[in-house]
């Protein structure tokens, strides 16, 4: 049974990626900022900002610094921010009523998430098995989300027995580690699998898909994932909007999909919910009421073996009459009854009449 520790901080948790850390803009991240966390606010979701930290001088080889040749390289030293750009972000996002967190990409950014007092930390899928960065993120005892993209079982089995055994809170997201995604690639039975591999944790749903931001949060929210992660942007300037990224008006359709998700879902998975008043009276409206096959008098004993000699049932059910539902064995006629006339708690004794709570119950269901 997942931990209510974990429940509190992970369940229902939305976090908001900035992609490609804004283009190493403030000015453009502070707006990704606002506008998405106006849309958390009116869809009334608890939602997290992330950034992502890399210290770039360490990060990258010297002899791959400045080179064209790999993508990721040249993205990485083109989006670099100071910490005075990205504490100014961070101080926006708890000014918006979000939560400000980072994936470090490193141990010199794990020190920087602490700096800044971030209260979950992510470790990105490249880094599951990336042990030296692992031990510095467990170093300060705060909670963590882990993606699952690509990780082999053994993989995740040495993680999740990793944090357990220091007792750290921990959320596993599946996820698809292809930017972006086709609806086809998003493999979200993996929730299914998650969930049954690590039940003590909250199972979360990290997504890159392009073209739906309704029927995936329809499906995982119905398949158990309780947290999800999408990277976000917005419009602006001459910088292309990737196609993994969600424009706040897709964020927009994800937040409903999910209140609607949670209202067709209803309360509850861990125990029985509790029936409204308005659907026990029409289900009490459909329940064979018992009918009298032929005169009875006073001092008749029922009894398991004549009961269907001697009564039959049938639609409606009437005010004060017994049902399909009551148990009538030793009981006995207290007033006579004619062929075809209802039996009512006016006929017989016993505690369908004698019990208050019982002779009010029936009193007031059916016609």
């Keep these: ?28 991240g502070l707006k990704i900022i606002r506008d998405h966390a106006i849309v958390a606010r009116y869809n009334n979701v608890r939602a997290a900002i ?40 961070v101080q926006e996002i708890k000014s918006v009523s979000c939560i400000p967190m980072a994936t470090p990409f490193d141990e010199l950014s794990v ?29 300060t005892r705060r909670p963590v989300i882990v993606s699952s993209g690509g990780a082999s079982e053994k993989d ?61 949060m329809l499906i995982s929210y119905g398949k158990g994932a309780r947290s999800w992660e999408r990277h976000i942007d917005i419009k602006h300037g001459d910088k292309d909007v990737a196609p993994y990224c969600s424009l706040p008006e897709q964020i927009d359709e994800w937040f409903k999909a999910f209140q609607k998700a949670r209202e067709m879902c209803g309360g509850s ?24 096959r032929r005169d009875l008098e006073p001092d008749y004993v029922f009894a398991r073996e004549t009961f269907a000699d001697d009564f039959y049932l049938a639609v409606p059910l009437r005010k004060g009459q017994l049902s399909c539902r009551e148990v009538m064995n030793g009981e006995r006629l207290t007033a006579a009854i004619k062929a075809n006339e209802a039996l009512t708690i006016n006929h017989i004794d016993g505690p369908y009449s004698e019990n208050p709570a019982l002779r009010s119950l029936m009193l007031n269901r059916g016609l």
């Design 269 to 292: 998975g861990r125990g029985k919910r509790v029936i409204t008043r308005r659907e026990v009276e029409y289900l009490d409206a459909l329940v064979r009421g018992v009918y009298a």
């Design 1 to 28: 049974m997942i931990p209510q520790r974990d429940r509190d901080i992970f369940e229902n948790l939305f976090v908001l990626e900035l992609a490609n850390n804004h283009w190493g803009s403030v000015d453009r």
């Design 156 to 216: 995740l089995d040495d993680l999740v027995s990793f944090f357990e055994k220091r007792n750290i809170p921990l959320a596993i997201n599946h996820c698809v580690s292809l930017y972006p995604s086709e609806d086809e690639q998003l493999e979200l039975n993996q929730i299914d699998y998650l969930r049954r591999r690590y039940p003590e944790h909250v199972i979360g749903f990290s997504t890159h898909e392009m073209h739906d931001w309704h029927s995936s």
């Design 50 to 89: 992330k950034l992502q930290f890399r210290d770039v001088d360490e990060f990258i080889h010297p002899s791959f610094k400045g080179t064209d040749t790999l993508r990721y390289v040249k993205k990485t030293e083109a989006t670099r921010m100071s910490r005075e750009g990205f504490a100014r972000m």
């Design 111 to 139: 020190d920087l998430c602490v700096s800044f007092d971030f209260p979950i930390i992510k470790v990105a899928s490249s880094d599951l098995n990336d042990w030296p960065l692992l031990e510095k993120i467990a170093s």
